[in-house]
């Protein structure tokens, strides 16, 4: 009788696992669905999955196969849903985001933070800034996973999943939430070498008689613009025979004497205080773009935010934001 008892305890715990490995399963696979909804592509949420194509192929398959329906038309270009697809992913959409939440507000209760923590940051700032800091983070926080992502492209923060993302100057986008991180400005600057054998300096529009480093974005290649300590703007054509996308790489042009360069404080700091580069023109404040500029902290509005983010913002604030102030 016992062993009929104990026979029939196991059936019901495997039956109850079963149960559970295939809820998560489903939710796995609704996951995938949404996101590939948002990215449209396969390939490009196997890429943020670290998965191979084929795997995501054969899920979007399980789930059209169980549901008895097409969610996808596909073509050798385009991936886009049908209309079974679109009312399926209306529904379904809200009630991944609600898992989510509710999975971070479970796993939170412990007060460890853990999982995986995707972050964004331009390639500059990101390897000047953010690099640097991994290691302690990770010693003071070893059950998260940190997937960093570096690039000079606006990243979409709800298609690739992303939990924050740091962003420079103006933002545009006012369904993201935003922390400052710390004010930003910019130095015109160069090397003690450079200034020893050219032409002196003396008013910005000497610059143009001098060999610039230039940015390629709008704005930085062609002038820049001065203000000076009564609020007067003068606005500075400017040339030159290098133009360089890495804002680290214009620094260490400039460094090495090859001419002269509109740099950011975060970048620079350093190289001022121990007079790699000098400031020159310090009584001038002066910008490409926008003289109120900052680095932000960004993540998508949501009602909860998780604490793995809460911990990683309150870290990098205490970390970055006097480290940069010349």
């Given at each position: 009788m016992a062993v009929n008892w104990c026979k029939i305890t196991m059936s019901k715990t495997m039956n109850r696992q079963i149960s559970v490995d295939?809820?998560?399963?489903?939710?796995?696979?609704?996951?995938?669905?949404?996101?590939?909804?948002?990215?449209?592509?396969?390939?490009?949420?196997?890429?943020?999955?670290?998965?191979?194509?084929?795997?995501?192929?054969?899920?979007?398959?399980?789930?059209?196969?169980?549901?008895?329906?097409?969610?996808?038309?596909?073509?050798?270009?385009?991936?886009?849903?049908?209309?079974?697809?679109?009312?399926?992913?209306?529904?379904?959409?809200?009630?991944?985001?609600?898992?989510?939440?509710?999975?971070?507000?479970?796993?939170?209760?412990?007060?460890?933070?853990?999982?995986?923590l995707r972050v964004t940051a331009s390639v500059s700032f990101g390897h000047k800034c953010i690099v640097p800091l991994l290691a302690e983070f990770q010693r003071l926080y070893p059950d998260l996973t940190i997937d960093l992502l570096l690039a000079d492209t606006v990243v979409d923060l709800v298609v690739d999943r992303i939990d924050l993302a740091v962003r420079l100057g103006?933002?545009?986008?006012?369904?993201?939430?935003?922390?400052?991180?710390?004010?930003?400005?910019?130095?015109?600057?160069?090397?003690?070498?450079?200034?020893?054998?050219?032409?002196?300096?003396?008013?910005?529009?000497?610059?143009?008689?001098?060999?610039?480093?230039?940015?390629?974005?709008?704005?930085?290649?062609?002038?820049?613009?001065?203000?000076?300590?009564q609020g007067e703007l003068s606005e500075i054509p400017i040339f030159g025979r290098t133009v360089i996308s890495s804002a680290i790489a214009l620094g260490q042009c400039a460094i090495a004497g090859m001419g002269i360069a509109l740099l950011p404080n975060w970048l620079i700091a350093a190289d001022l205080r121990s007079g790699n580069l000098v400031d020159v023109f310090p009584d001038y404040?002066?910008?490409?773009?926008?003289?109120?500029?900052?680095?932000?902290?960004?993540?998508?509005?949501?009602?909860?935010v998780p604490l793995k983010v809460r911990i990683l913002i309150e870290f990098l604030k205490k970390s970055i934001s006097g480290s940069a102030e010349v």
């Open positions: 295939r809820l998560e399963m489903d939710v796995s696979g609704l996951q995938i669905f949404v996101e590939v909804v948002r990215q449209g592509s396969f390939a490009a949420v196997a890429r943020n999955r670290n998965l191979d194509p084929s795997s995501v192929s054969r899920s979007i398959a399980s789930l059209e196969a169980e549901l008895g329906i097409g969610l996808f038309q596909r073509t050798t270009r385009q991936l886009s849903l049908t209309e079974a697809g679109a009312t399926y992913f209306d529904r379904i959409e809200p009630l991944i985001e609600e898992i989510q939440q509710a999975t971070n507000i479970a796993t939170d209760v412990s007060g460890q933070p853990q999982g995986t103006l933002l545009a986008d006012s369904t993201l939430i935003a922390q400052q991180l710390m004010r930003t400005h910019y130095s015109v600057c160069a090397s003690p070498d450079y200034l020893k054998r050219s032409s002196k300096i003396q008013y910005p529009r000497d610059l143009e008689h001098h060999n610039c480093l230039l940015f390629p974005l709008a704005g930085f290649r062609s002038r820049w613009i001065f203000k000076n300590r404040a002066v910008t490409a773009t926008d003289f109120n500029t900052a680095a932000w902290l960004v993540y998508p509005s949501r009602a909860y």
